[in-house]
């Protein structure tokens, strides 16, 4: 992991207001039934080691800043927390139609996920803004700072929009390390399968010493200190760049050298 320094490629995203910015859906009934009838299931076929359960506050706003090593991640979390937790989800889970539409849509309804475009730029600041939101109504909402999942194992350097969240609305961050989830459902594999996990969330951060949510510095400090509890707890090997795609050819990289992309 790299210094407090400041990244140049971390530009200060776009901070609209919430007059701007539409309010999230809270969860409500689907996910309480969901989670009521999930939860017990996955405790008992995969017996997860879990803990620090008692580190995550059970009131006020709280980011849950986790390792990503499989899809299953999104459903683990949210299961073994002590509280109700929401995340971001591709919007295509929420608008395929007949009923497996149906069917995905009350699916991640229930495992508290809201759904966003995904991309930079824009789509990257309307993501923010909705986790944003989910924390001003006091709830826990669960990030990956990597961005996107590790295929290799490795731990990813953290783009610096947790932080930006953190520091924007007062939140406590909880480092969460997933050990074993890439097991359980493999990059290609259709089904999960039954194997050990071990869910360890740390001491929570509070990250108001590092400075303003506009200080690129504030913010690569505060996402850099996020990684290493991450790295404390999971034990994974430092990758120490971000995890992403080469660029697919030679004008999207000469586009990549003049544009940076925001690494939020």
């Known amino acids: 992991m790299t210094g407090a320094t400041e990244d140049s490629h971390d ?24 989670y009521g009838i999930m939860a017990p299931i996955a405790r008992l076929v995969f017996r997860p080691t879990i803990t620090g359960r008692e580190n995550i506050p059970r009131t006020g706003p709280v980011i ?12 683990v979390i949210p299961l073994v927390a002590p509280r109700r937790v929401q995340f971001l989800a591709k919007s295509a889970y929420f608008t395929g139609t007949g009923f497996k539409g149906f069917i995905s ?23 923010l803004d909705a986790g944003r ?52 459902q493999p990059v290609g594999a259709k089904f999960p399968r039954i194997r050990k996990i071990t869910v360890a969330f740390g001491e929570p951060l509070d990250l108001r010493r590092h400075g303003s949510a506009e200080s690129g510095k504030a913010r690569r400090g505060a996402t850099d200190e996020i990684m290493a509890a991450i790295h404390a707890l999971s034990r994974q090997e430092l990758a120490g760049t971000y995890n992403e795609s080469p660029p697919s050819g030679t004008l999207q990289k ?4 003049v544009f940076p992309r925001e690494r939020v």
Do not use: C, M
């Not at 849950?64 to 459903?75: E, T, V």
């Not at 991640?108 to 996920?113: E, L, M, Q, R, W």
């Not at 999942?149 to 350097?157: E, F, V």
């Not at 000469?254 to 050298?257: S, Y």
């Open 105 to 127: 849509r009350t699916f991640f309804t229930s495992i508290g996920a809201v759904g966003v475009e995904r991309g930079a730029g824009q789509a990257a600041q309307e993501a």
């Open 64 to 75: 849950l800043a986790s390792n990503h090593l499989s899809f299953i991640d999104s459903i």
């Open 11 to 34: 530009v200060p995203p776009v901070d609209l207001s919430a007059e701007e910015s539409e309010p999230t859906k809270r969860p409500g009934f689907v996910y309480f039934l969901g």
């Open 254 to 257: 000469i586009a990549d050298r």
């Open 133 to 184: 939101n989910i924390l001003e109504s006091d709830s826990a909402f669960a990030i990956y700072p990597e961005g996107t999942r590790s295929l290799d194992g490795r731990l990813y350097k953290g783009r610096t929009g947790v932080a930006w969240l953190a520091l924007t609305t007062g939140a406590v961050v909880v480092p969460v390390g997933l050990i074993g989830t890439q097991e359980i």
